[in-house]
């Protein structure tokens, strides 16, 4: 089981690398997050190069596929040629958003008919694009999700853990994460938010 973390020149470190690490704890179980990129080296909105594990193409094979953030969303969804190389079926794959990834998902016409969720800052570009935002860290419809705020990243990894190995692994990762003293706090809010953002598909 592969995933896909989208990461794009002038990203944000925490919406990468917080959901790729998460995600990479469960290796031993067969779920591996690799940090996808359309270069060779991508440059994180703090100047921080990072160098890609997979390629832009992977995102076909991959089983999941979750978009970063960063300062540059709004020239990503311009650039036709590079939107053109993220083609995602949410009818076989997980596909989450992260903050103003959300863009990257309105763009490619995955958000249609549903809310989302993105940081303050996106919140007016993805509702130009006739999104409803939700003033929510967390939703999830079918095999979409979106998550806002930077930390909301812990959620979209419990999700796609959940999802892909079941609630105890997730658990467990969280659990093992979280400050010292507030393992289980940490554990129940996670789940909270996920429960809550994923309540629309009862």
Known sequence: MQVAVVTFDGFNELDSFIASALINRCRKSGLEAFITTPTPVVTSMSGVEVTGQRPMDFVTEADVV??????????????DRLISRLVLDPSRQLIGAQCSGALVLARLGL??????????TSRPFVEACDIDVLDEPFH?????ATAGGCLASQYLATWVITRMLG????????DYVAPVGENRETVERAFRAVHAGEVALR
Do not use: F, Y
């Open 167 to 174: 609630v105890e692994a997730a658990r467990g990762v969280i």
């Open 66 to 79: 979750l978009i970063g953030s960063g300062v540059k969303s709004r020239e990503v969804v311009a650039d």
């Open 140 to 144: 999830a419809e079918g095999n979409i």
């Open 111 to 120: 958000l249609n008919g549903m809310p989302a969720c993105t940081d303050r």
